[in-house]
């Protein structure tokens, strides 16, 4: 079973600020160093803002603890357009006084464990099964999250609650994924059966459809839609994401890339991957969704690397000088929930990952994660090695994986939290969903060699949750 295709490199170009405040003079200020940084580019390139036309960012953040600070995000503009050599653009636009930073992104990819090659894909039947009992990350804690309970709950489908993912392409045409689906609304969807079976997973995990086949969303009531960072970059995918959601409801970032540690030469697998908001304009799409009061939950990454290490600490030259490493928390949080993958209770499927809520070996850690999903065995939608058939509408699979798998999980408990929570106190802030991730929920356990000192946190509880509110 291949991965998905790497998504593009992209070059980000980080402007000298013209101001912190937005006012007349700092946009036009802003418009006239646009204008000379596109003069510096190829015939075929141009410089788009990643926060959107100016004029109207202030607007977007009016009312929010980021309007004070709404003039940094004019500086960040992604390069789009015909460029036959990235790195040898950006060493060329930091040489101009006006360019506070450039530099290149590697690609992005999904935090996708390794799956099983040459699966035998069975034949779907007249009528898909009930799967929900191979669910059993649905069921009570410690187990599961306890979502079967919140279901029957006012409100714990994740009734009312928007959720969006950012990633590549999905497959919203599945016949488990029929109701509360917004479909694809922005980027262009990637052509990748990898990515598309990728996509599709984690929406079924969401809100698979409650109708007694196939498999159970934990928040199926939660209305799910998609940007793809295809065509515009994760970046500009993240804000768009943010300005299509209301305070409360949830971000998901299904992304990893390759950071400081990881050999290009030498490494085939994902050794050394991170999370994406190690990367400025990453990092300041995230901060701009947080500030907007968007819960944004984001995957640690498969790269086996703590995230506490010095190395994090270096700034790489091609950065702003004023960056900071993110993981450090504290001032220079981002503010997104940060997932770690977990492993399922032995003998699932016939398997065996070690203790159960145990790091699994491909999980990053550290002090910035905050919670915890399973990271192996999820039954979802998609793939087709527990259900296949010529037709990918009628895909299931037994073997989703990663901090890709483990991600949906905490979104999904984050949503039924906010649907169940709106119909009493309201619903709750970024800061308060992360607060109760870190101090309810299964605790993690120890592996041979992965001592619970190496943090992915605790399992979300939902009734924990709803317990302490």
Do not use: C
């Not at 515009?232 to 992304?255: H, K, M, N």
């Amino acid at each position: 079973m291949p991965g998905p295709a790497v998504s593009p490199a992209e070059l980000v170009v980080v402007t000298t600020p013209t101001a912190t405040e937005i006012t007349p003079i700092a946009l036009r200020e802003n418009r006239s160093v646009r204008t000379h940084v596109d003069d510096l580019l190829p015939a075929d390139a141009r410089l788009v803002p990643i926060f959107g036309p100016d004029n109207r960012l202030a607007a977007r953040l009016a009312d929010t603890p980021q309007a004070a600070v709404a003039g940094e995000y004019l500086s960040y503009y992604s390069v789009r357009g015909a460029v036959s050599d990235l790195a040898a653009l950006a060493d060329r636009l930091r040489r101009d006084d006006t360019v506070a930073a450039a530099y290149v992104k590697p690609a992005a990819e999904p935090p996708l464990a390794p799956l099983a090659e040459n699966i035998v894909v069975p034949d779907a039947p007249a009528v898909t099964p009930d799967f929900r009992s191979r669910q059993g990350y649905l069921d009570a804690a410690p187990t599961g999250i306890d979502a079967a309970w919140a279901h029957t709950r006012p409100g714990g489908l994740g009734t009312g609650v928007r959720v969006i993912d950012v990633e590549g392409a999905w497959r919203f045409t599945h016949e488990d994924l029929r109701h509360n689906q917004g479909g694809v609304i922005g980027g262009t969807s990637s052509a990748d059966i990898g990515w598309r079976n990728h996509g599709t997973a984690v929406a079924g995990e969401i809100s698979g459809d409650h109708n007694g086949f196939g498999v159970t969303g934990i928040a199926p009531e939660a209305h799910i839609r998609a940007i793809s960072i295809f065509g515009i970059g994760s970046a500009t995918a993240i804000r768009s994401a943010a300005d299509a959601l209301d305070p409360g409801d949830v971000l998901l970032i299904e992304l990893h890339r390759p950071g400081p540690r990881f050999d290009y030469r030498s490494q085939p697998d994902q050794r050394g991957y991170i999370a994406v908001e190690w990367w400025p304009d990453d990092f300041a799409a995230i901060r701009y969704a947080v500030g907007r009061g968007i819960v944004v939950v984001e995957a640690a990454g498969n790269g086996n690397e703590n995230l506490d290490d010095p190395v994090y600490d270096a700034r790489p030259g091609d950065f702003p000088a004023t960056w900071h490493n993110p993981f450090r928390g504290g001032d220079t949080d981002s503010g997104a929930v940060v997932v770690g993958a977990g492993a399922p209770p032995p003998g699932l499927h016939g398997r065996d990952h070690g203790p159960a809520r145990s790091r699994l070996p491909f999980s990053n850690y550290g002090a910035r994660l905050d919670a915890q999903g399973w990271g192996r065995e999820v039954t979802t939608t998609g793939y087709g090695d527990l259900q296949g058939g010529a037709d990918e509408d009628l895909w299931y699979t037994d073997e989703f994986s990663g901090t890709s798998s483990a991600s949906p999980i905490v979104v999904g408990a984050v949503a039924a939290y906010q649907g169940i929570h709106a119909l009493g106190a309201g619903r709750a802030t970024p800061d308060q969903i992360r607060s109760l991730l870190r101090t309810t929920g299964s605790p993690q356990t120890a592996a041979p060699g992965r001592p619970t000192t190496q943090r992915i946190g605790t399992l979300p509880d939902l009734r924990a949750m709803l317990g302490r509110t």
